[in-house]
């Protein structure tokens, strides 16, 4: 019995690495066939990207292969990996993560016009090695029935006395909340950030806990006034299953800041990538306005290429502006912002 | 003279393999441990002045009181079950073990989203009651929570194995405390309390070492315990040598914890003088009692699967339209054919050890039983990394350039191998125990040799043994999530992957029916369990 449970196993065995897309490498290494693919490392997960990608697929006839995780992990695999790394592609949820990646010496310059054209030059990195894909701000949302929001205009407002026990935010171990504390180290210095961090932690209405989601219920369900969050949130409890989140994405009113601190999804361009040339095709289709419109809607977010209109549930909101930074500095003060959450006792 | 040699050669099969097995066990682990072994740097100086005090409390808190409430809604119900006939007995018997079908993380997802302002019950209130309750009220996301989620879905740990102690082992005392004129209580707290104590420690030791590990809950609520911080100092620093430093405690602290109940159960053992085993005869319950007793069963049946169950139905009813395709088939394919893999794999590996253990004396084979059962207690994301490093030398050995063996499904299913052989091979090893040695060596002396004896004369006889270990580690691997985030390959996402992705965007309802089909393959799997036991002990203990 053991012997055909054995032989059973063999067989398994050998039937799936030889249908694992991963070890398409050991058998064009043997039967040495020609790679017509790329290989996407990605945080992003919605079932509408499957979708663009098999879009690019039936264009370009260049298969996508796709390996999903957290985007730390994804980093630190790709590290390890080396320069025999599976990953051409990165795609993150965060410009700090991008340039974490890019500090570490696992990016290099996307070589495309196309690209530049694309893309304006604040949500590119300095020397091209990523590119952002979608737009997202973080925002204050607040009660309408008993916030006037026309009370709150700068992220320092949130510290004033007024608001004690009425804000929610989520934990400072959330890589929003680091880079947006982080974009005030850049433009403000680091004893503002932190002044500002524990103004805002002594505002809290609750120890940090949830996603962003909870922050609004919890505006909803009265907890406080004002929450922290990221926009496309709104847009998805709008469109929730749940008929109870949608009454309370109607509850809840979207302030823009001045100076808005926005975040992005983007891609980077690995340092060892072996598809390099359908890397860039993969980036350059992601960018076109065509892919932008469908890409950044998925997510309710606001397409990186300024020739592609928001959504209209976004431009309701109406418009803002936004730091004037580059991306960039968010994650060169990701670390200082850590230590600051940490050494002030956010949660 | 010739016999003779073809038997050392046949034992040397056994051992042969064993070693090897271990040492692919034991490099990937040293690999990392050795880490602890590098200066300290600057990130762990911020670390031990900042956090590790809230790390330590935190786990403090969450492992001593999910351990005594494990104990409690574990060992009750258990010794109930034992000891009297009830409406319902046989059903409960089965179903308690049920909560384990539902990994913590998705319970945690679905019960936030039970009591949460947009849950059922708060929106229930609201909208035909017109109450508006405080809803601090019905947060679960705290350390009490956590405490909560941890208990109802991990206790079955402790219940399975007491029942099976207490079912097998405690009629003869029982009996003679019954006969001596105890009351029920006296005999529990006397006579039950003490000799199981070998048993509740075997299952809370499972549950302890499933709350250090566990991610997917505190993450969610907001608690920062040994496993974030070791995700948050590798992945989010990207400080290794700090996570493993980290690993290396929070391992002292499961030792120590191991350590300090060995020590107070100090010389105190309770073997038994008979190997007969023979089941106690169940009081008859009527009445109130019955009726009491039943309640308390079922309530925990209702909160542990059957409340959850239901929310999470209703939630795929809610969400099917939307998102259910034939990608669901090919996810449920993935998770089923990986989990089926690797649970024969651990357990032809757990066979091959466990009998080289037995037959062997020697220090090594005492050194093989701990090294096989390494893995449960390291955190899963330092397996992974260890694994992965491994992988990649393999790598540069075979073909530079180029990654041949990483992240194939291979390097999965070794991790899973890595992580879970301690439960295929405690099973198995359970199997050999009960057996004991006298047939294998009546077959020897018969000049058998080791590997037809195992075949002809072991392997028959722990098959149930081998066959439950099986179905606990499917169960395992099924519900496992960080090792298969981390080290999956292109393409590849199972039903816990999928789950997980939809919950981290937010998206509870659409993490529904990738749940339920978890639950429902792990409840077959539990069931199946069940039946099995029943069949093998229907002679003796029912």
New interface residues.
Partial sequence: ??KS??IL?LA??VG??SS????A??FD?LFGKDNGEV?LYTNR???TDAELLKQFEEKTGIKV??????S??L???I????????ADLLITADAGRLH?AKA?GLLQTIDSETVLNNIPANLRDEDNQWTALTVRGRVVVYARNRVNPLEINTYEDLTAAKWNDKILV??S?NIYNQSLLASLIATEGEEYARAWAEGVLNNMA?????????QA??V????GDLAIMNTY?IG?MLN???P??V??GKQVGVRFLDETHINVSGIGLTKHAKNKDNAIKLIEFLTDAQAQEFFAEANYEYPANPSVEASALLKSWGEFETQDINLTKLGEFN?KA??IF??IGW? | MLKRRNLESQFNIWSISSFIIIMFVLIPNANILLNIFEPANENWN?IKE??LQDYIINSTILVLFTGIFSILIGLIPAWLITQYEFPFRNFFKWALILPLAIPPYIGAYTY?GLL????VIQ?SLRNYLGINVN??YFDI??IKGAIFIYTIFLFPYVFIITRSFLAKQSASLVEASRTLGRSSFETFRYVVLPISRTAIVAGTSLVVLEVLNDYGVVK???I?TFS?AI??T?????DLNSAVRLSALLMVFVSGFLLIEKFSRGAKRFSYSTTKIRPLSRIKLSGVKAFLVSTFCSLIFAIGFLIPTLQLLHWSW??YA??LNIDFFIFSFNSI?VAL?AS??II?ISIIVANTVRISDSIFSKIYSKVAILGYSIPGAVIA?GI??FF?GL??LI??????L?????MLIFAYIIRFLAIGYNSVESGFDKVGKSFFEASRTLGVGITKTF?KVD?PMIKPAVISGFLLVLIEVLKELPLT??L??????TLA?KAF?YAS??????AAISSIIIILICGLAIYGIHKLSARKGSKNVN
């Fill in positions: 019995m053991k449970l054995f196993a398994v065995l799936t690495v694992t897309p991963a070890s490498g050991f290494f290989n997960h919605y079932d292969n796709v390996l999903k995780g957290g730390d992990e980093i630190e695999r590290n390890r990996e080396g320069e025999s790394t599976n974490r570490a989520r934990s171990s609750r120890t940090p806990k949830g996603n962003d989601r909870a219920t919890a909803a369900a009265g907890t949130y998805k929730s299953s749940n109870e989140e009454k309370v670390q850590v230590e940490n050494e949660q | 911020h900042y956090l936030n949460n302002y947009t849950g929106t809803p601090t996301m705290n969610y609520f907001g920062t974030t995700f948050k590798w992945f989010g620093m990207g809610l969400s939307k998102i054919f893999f024969i794999l032809i990394v992965l490093l990649l790598d540069r073909y530079s350039g180029r990654l041949v990483t992240s194939t499904i291979l075949f392997l985030l981390i999956r390959p292109f393409n590849f996402d992957t992705e965007d937010e998206m509870i309802h659409e």
